[in-house]
């Protein structure tokens, strides 16, 4: 007889009970031939996937709920499944559990149902009883990085010394709210002081010192996601007329070996103001016969050098790296240095001289430039032979000692 129901059959007066496992004699009376009784349950479900509060993401799809059900009478294979996705019912869902109680259903959710869902599975057995399981889950947008802006200033702009610039950005996500974006402000490796950010919108004032500065927005969304967007800003200092002392012969090259003079010879010019001087058509001569007008564009920036070269070639010039050249003439119409007593000098468009400097023979060896000990750059000093002495650094790739474009060797 098989589990789940028991049988009572008449005997005369008495009925005797029978059971699966042991037989009673019952002093009842019997209403009838056979009474029989069904034993039920209701079946079991368990959702497995999604879990409770699980956070699903698009992009990452299919997106299948998964369960285990099962049924003390009826095979799971019999258990007839309806699948809900917020209220609404799944059709063709019936009949889907395996024969160990495995079910699952795809989920139909795309870009339009970002968002909370609650998605359930109604499980009946053979016998019309019933079980139902839930699970409430949201879909946020997919896993990507914050797309920020930097608005002000524009990628390659230029700004004076000394301005402020104000730096604005935003951001916005696809999961995080603005408000919760962290926004970072990076100039050149160091984190400004003083940025202010909400909703989404950083801005930040500062002063850039002179020079190209790279300057970074980035933004960590919930998901620890970073994106970032980068510009590019120049300080430049404005070209100003240069006034006496502002620009002082440092270094010089009176006579080469590796190459001969007229191809060798090189003269450097210190920046000693704190701007930009721009030295285009200023005359570079002696206090005879020599000169020459510099030609072109040549902005010397403050504290720093300007190499003006006989020849500006490298590969022929004894390896010296030059800013500008001039033309090396001893008799007119060019400038040449004189293996001797001889002059030079910088003089503006309208004939202010910018720096003057007498030297001899006695100040230079062959072969070996000439600097100014660096403690005595500027005009005055650098009269004074005391304070010039052969380098002994190499620069150029020829092996002649010399530092031309760079801080001289100091002098003992």
Known sequence: MAPGYHANVRAGPWCVCYTASKMILSFLACQSDSDLSHVTSDPEVALVNPSEGAVLRMGEGPYFADAQVSDRFTPALSLELAWSLDGVEA???????????????????DETALGEHTVSLRVTDEDGDFATAAAHFVLLGPREAPLVTITLPADGSTAEPGALTTLQGNATDSVT???????????????????IAADGT??????LPVGTHLITLSATDSDGDVGS????VTVTDVPVVAEPGDLVFSEMMVNPEVVEDDVGEWVELYNDSGSTIDIGGYSFHDDDVDLFVLEGSIPVL?????VLCANIDPTTNGGVPCDAGFDRESSGGGL?????????????????????????????????????????QDAGDNDDVTHWCGQTTVVSTGGEPGTPGQSNDACE
Not at 202 to 207: K, L, P, T, Y
């Open 91 to 109: 059709a063709g869902t019936e009949g889907a559990a395996d024969e160990a109680g495995a079910a699952w259903w795809e989920m139909p959710l």
């Open 177 to 195: 709210a603005p408000e919760d974006l962290e926004l970072v402000w990076d100039i050149d490796g160091s984190e400004p002081n003083g940025a």
């Open 202 to 207: 950083s801005i930040v004032v500062v002063v």
């Open 229 to 232: 967007d980068v510009i590019v």
């Open 302 to 306: 403050a504290g720093e050098y300007v």
């Open 336 to 376: 040449a240095l004189a293996n001797g007593e001889d002059e030079l000098v910088l003089s503006r468009a309208d004939g202010v001289q910018i720096d003057w400097l007498h030297y001899d023979d006695t100040w230079y060896l062959p072969g070996v430039a000439i600097g100014i000990d660096p403690g005595f």
